[in-house]
């Protein structure tokens, strides 16, 4: 007889809300907090995380970190969030989530790679924040413009090409990388 059967579950959970207008908050002192591995896939949640989005920690664990992803996020921040991520750096990011229920919340995201001590990257932490109002204000009508840039195209890969240039103009105008920009709004 072999050794000890280990079983594991991975429950399968599909996106079936649709977006409602129906914003939920959570209060200042809690901290949404998140891990994945290398490919986005969930292997830590937080009590927060659970309740604020209405999944069960079983039912997060192993699916893509874009469950919660809102239909309105331009798929380019999540890009520039990758992008920088695989170069081994730190982002700081307002982001639009969306619920079990379709309701949406806003977050003023950390995102870091984890590393072993070889300094490999293994993963990344997620600690999530409330957002700066003001900031959300004056990011929500520039998303809202990113996501309409990667819209007017036919196929996925040309939209997301043309959002992300958008962005890069943007943050370009703006004289100063992303991150300080989304502190200076």
Not at 107 to 117: E, G, R, W
Request: charged share 25%.
């Amino acid at each position: 007889m072999s050794g000890p059967m280990i079983c594991s579950r991975i429950v399968t959970v599909k996106q079936i809300a649709s977006p409602t207008n129906v914003e939920v908050f959570f209060d200042a002192d809690d901290i949404i907090v998140s891990k994945t591995d290398l490919k986005g896939r969930i292997t830590y949640a937080n009590k927060v995380f659970t309740d604020i989005c209405g999944y069960s920690e079983a039912e997060l664990i192993g699916q893509p970190h874009s469950i919660v992803r809102h239909p309105d996020m331009p798929r380019c921040v999540f890009k520039l969030l990758w992008d920088t991520l695989a170069e081994g750096r730190e982002i700081f990011a307002y982001v639009k989530n969306m619920t079990r229920t379709g309701d949406f919340y806003w977050v003023f995201a950390h995102v870091t790679p984890s590393f072993d001590s070889a300094k490999r990257v293994i993963g990344y932490h997620s600690n999530r924040r409330v957002p700066d109002r003001r900031v959300v204000s004056a990011l929500a009508p520039v998303y809202a413009e990113l996501s309409e840039v990667e819209k007017r195209h036919r196929n996925g890969k040309d939209g997301l090409a043309a959002g992300t240039q958008h962005l890069i103009d943007f943050v370009k105008a703006k004289n100063v990388p992303y991150d300080q920009l989304v502190f200076s709004l």
